[in-house]
């Protein structure tokens, strides 16, 4: 049945989500359009690429607190309420409308959600991303690894109905984002963590 109210708590997270805090934050410190270097990407991990570690982690947070907001505020109205906005702070985020629908690749966003919505989810994504990345020092590659993790980490823990639908849906969503990182780590020519980039060919 059609209900107003869940796709008023979308509509919501999508708005939150569409704040793109690392173009903001990079043009204010003075650094100019961070879509015009490195993968164009809006997100933490090209921000680092700028050098400024401050930024980056800057950007981080707040993608991640986007998430984390969407889901505490609309779930006062039902759990369900609060899945629906962060599955729309996510698309918000990847798919912003004032950018043309050209936002970030969602890990920071989707990392907030499961804070959120499970808790010993987010710890154990952060785990999986940080023993990745210290492995292979490649922040895709991490990042996907933790991320494909989480369905059958949700299923077996119990979290299913919408809560597992909206993350399989996110992680697909992820992967498709992911889809030129996931071939440059095939060819070997994927930027490694902590690596400043030029920017790219016009």
């Known amino acids: 049945m ?5 796709v008023a708590a979308l509509a919501f997270g999508y708005l939150l989500g569409s704040i793109p805090f690392g ?10 359009d961070i879509r015009a270097i490195g993968s164009g990407n809006i997100g933490a991990t090209n921000v680092l690429r700028t050098g400024n570690k401050k930024l980056a982690a800057a950007t981080l947070l707040l993608d991640g607190l986007k998430g984390t907001a969407a889901v505490l505020i609309a779930q006062r ?9 962060g599955l729309g702070a996510f698309l918000g985020h990847v798919f912003p409308v004032w950018l043309r629908f050209q936002g970030g690749k969602g890990v920071a966003t989707f990392i907030g959600i499961l ?12 785990l999986i ?16 690894s933790a991320s494909l993790s989480m369905p059958a980490l949700f299923f077996a823990t119990g979290q299913r109905g919408l809560a597992l639908s909206a993350v399989v849906a996110m992680v697909f969503l992820l992967f498709a984002k992911h889809h030129q990182n996931i071939a440059k ?3 070997g020519t994927e930027s490694r963590i902590g690596e400043k980039s030029a920017p790219p060919p016009p």
């Open 23 to 32: 173009l903001l934050l990079t043009r204010a410190a003075g650094l100019g």
């Open 2 to 6: 059609f209900d107003i109210t869940l």
């Open 77 to 85: 109205w039902g759990m369900d309420f609060g899945l629906v906005a």
């Open 185 to 187: 780590l095939i060819a």
């Open 115 to 126: 804070l959120a919505v499970y808790w010993p989810a987010f710890l154990a994504f952060a």
């Open 129 to 144: 991303w940080v023993v990745m990345a210290y492995a292979f020092r490649f922040s895709s590659l991490a990042a996907l």
